[in-house]
């Protein structure tokens, strides 16, 4: 096998691939990258696979030599990235010092020549793939994005409770609802719907769960996409593949019963609060350095004679912190306590000017809303205040 691609083009796949490469292997050859170069379409791929995770990209280069093998990602990476701009010529002989699966690869640079040991193609496991009565929709990026944008910040980072250490998708009649939820606070996010779920004529919404882990590594193949285009969905009852470009993306859904979360969120408020959400954020993030000291907790004051609401902090034996913004208020006065990291994530999340705060009591749930769109609907729960 030999190639000869530009340095840039192969650092950035790797650095792509190699997010999927375990950091604890339970066999050697998958801590090392696939690479086929094929002379039929002058592309070299790179595929890795933690037996859970695989991703797999191509780019192109010129193949004199076709061939397949796979070399240790971390070192290969390492040495790719810090190679100058330019031509590399990475050339691979097979079957050296009698053993047929071993092989030794050379990359020539501008700036030098190294060599490093790798492992015959053979042993690499495949990608999985999507059973023959599974369905495959095409989605915009742009949906995609902006859903994963506004849900994988709210994921339990908890294993124990797996089904919520991913994003759930609902591929609804008129929209796709992205949903994520830890426990404390759930971020709920519609976008618009493709024409081309329609034409599935499933009676009951299609749904699945898909590790959070995953989907961080779906927002970077996005990001390299253009905004514009359309990624497909390959899918069954236990597997998922992404397709975009260039770019593949295999994972396995998460199995379990989602929590219905479209009951959890209170359907009347006896309260609302409408504020400038940079304002709000700004003055939380200031006063989240008092509350860092003691407990995380912001206490809300809500004073609608004065249509102020009042932010406060009182860390014993270090000091205390109170600001006041302007607002609109409707409804009696209220004194609610919130942890101020879930607070603030949801203030990023929404992406709007002004936001919408919807409450009843200070210990029942509390809506956070972009104003003048139900494109995303943020849910947190209020902190006890002990005197």
Same mark, same amino acid.
């Given at each position: 096998?030999?190639?000869?691609?530009?340095?840039?083009?192969?650092?950035?796949?790797?650095?792509?691939? !190699?997010?999927? %490469?375990?950091?604890?292997?339970?066999?050697?050859? &998958? +801590?090392?990258? @696939?690479?086929? *170069? /094929? #002379?039929?379409?002058?592309?070299?791929?790179?595929?890795?696979?933690?037996?859970?995770?695989?991703?797999?990209?191509?780019?192109?280069?010129?193949?004199?030599?076709?061939?397949?093998?796979?070399?240790?990602?971390?070192?290969?990476?390492?040495?790719?990235?810090?190679?100058?701009?330019?031509?590399?010529?990475?050339?691979?002989?097979?079957?050296?010092?009698?053993?047929?699966?071993?092989?030794?690869?050379?990359?020539?640079?501008?700036?030098?020549?190294?060599?490093?040991?790798?492992?015959?193609?053979?042993?690499?496991?495949?990608?999985?793939?999507?059973?023959?009565?599974?369905?495959?929709?095409?989605?915009?990026?742009?949906?995609?994005?902006?859903?994963?944008?506004?849900?994988?910040?709210?994921?339990?980072?908890?294993? !124990?409770?797996? %089904?919520?250490?991913?994003?759930?998708?609902?591929? &609804? +009649?008129?929209? @796709?609802?992205? *949903? /994520? #939820?830890?426990?404390?606070?759930?971020?709920?996010?519609?976008?618009?719907?493709?024409?081309?779920?329609?034409?599935?004529?499933?009676?009951?919404?299609?749904?699945?769960?898909?590790?959070?882990?995953?989907?961080?590594?779906?927002?970077?193949?996005?990001?390299?996409?253009?905004?514009?285009?359309?990624?497909?969905?390959?899918?069954?009852?236990?597997?998922?593949?992404?397709?975009?470009?260039?770019?593949?993306?295999?994972?396995?859904?998460?199995?379990?019963?989602?929590?219905?979360?479209?009951?959890?969120?209170?359907?009347?408020?006896?309260?609302?609060?409408?504020?400038?959400?940079?304002?709000?954020?700004?003055?939380?993030?200031?006063?989240?350095?008092?509350?860092?000291?003691?407990?995380?907790?912001?206490?809300?004051?809500?004073?609608?004679?004065?249509?102020?609401?009042?932010?406060?902090?009182? +860390?014993?034996?270090?000091?205390?912190?109170?600001?006041?913004?302007?607002?609109?208020?409707?409804?009696?006065?209220?004194?609610?306590?919130?942890?101020?990291?879930?607070?603030?994530?949801?203030?990023?999340?929404?992406?709007?000017?002004?936001?919408?705060?919807?409450?009843?009591?200070?210990?029942?749930?509390?809506?956070?809303?972009?104003?003048?769109?139900?494109?995303?609907?943020?849910?947190?729960?209020?902190?006890?205040?002990?005197?």
């Amino acid at each position: 096998m030999k190639v000869i691609c530009n340095q840039s083009d192969l650092n950035t796949n790797l650095s792509l691939v !190699t997010r999927a %490469v375990p950091s604890r292997p339970t066999h050697p050859v &998958l +801590a090392n990258v @696939l690479l086929r *170069a /094929s #002379t039929e379409t002058q592309q070299v791929s790179l595929t890795a696979f933690d037996l859970s995770l695989g991703i797999q990209t191509s780019f192109t280069a010129t193949i004199l030599e076709p061939g397949e093998f796979t070399l240790p990602a971390k070192l290969l990476n390492d040495i790719v990235s810090r190679l100058p701009d330019g031509e590399i010529t990475l050339e691979v002989i097979q079957g050296v010092e009698g053993e047929e699966d071993a092989a030794i690869a050379t990359l020539t640079a501008s700036s030098g020549r190294y060599e490093m040991r790798g492992i015959g193609a053979g042993e690499f496991p495949e990608l999985p793939t999507v059973e023959e009565d599974g369905m495959t929709l095409h989605l915009p990026v742009e949906a995609i994005a902006e859903g994963l944008k506004g849900t994988l910040f709210a994921t339990s980072p908890d294993e !124990t409770k797996q %089904v919520l250490t991913g994003v759930h998708l609902s591929l &609804l +009649a008129d929209r @796709l609802e992205f *949903a /994520s #939820t830890d426990g404390h606070r759930l971020a709920v996010v519609y976008t618009s719907n493709p024409e081309n779920i329609k034409e599935l004529n499933t009676e009951e919404p299609l749904e699945l769960t898909i590790p959070a882990r995953a989907l961080r590594e779906l927002e970077k193949i996005l990001f390299m996409l253009q905004s514009e285009g359309v990624i497909a969905l390959h899918f069954d009852t236990s597997q998922i593949i992404f397709q975009g470009g260039e770019h593949q993306l295999t994972t396995r859904t998460l199995e379990g019963q989602y929590p219905n979360y479209r009951q959890l969120i209170p359907k009347q408020f006896q309260r609302t609060v409408t504020i400038d959400r940079k304002l709000l954020m700004t003055s939380v993030e200031r006063i989240a350095v008092l509350a860092d000291q003691k407990n995380n907790i912001v206490k809300f004051n809500l004073d609608s004679d004065n249509q102020l609401l009042s932010l406060s902090v009182e +860390a014993a034996d270090v000091g205390f912190g109170r600001e006041s913004i302007s607002a609109q208020i409707s409804g009696e006065d209220l004194e609610i306590g919130f942890n101020v990291k879930y607070l603030l994530e949801g203030l990023k999340a929404v992406q709007s000017s002004e936001v919408q705060i919807q409450l009843n009591t200070n210990l029942s749930p509390v809506i956070i809303t972009p104003l003048g769109s139900n494109q995303m609907t943020y849910l947190i729960m209020p902190v006890q205040i002990r005197k």
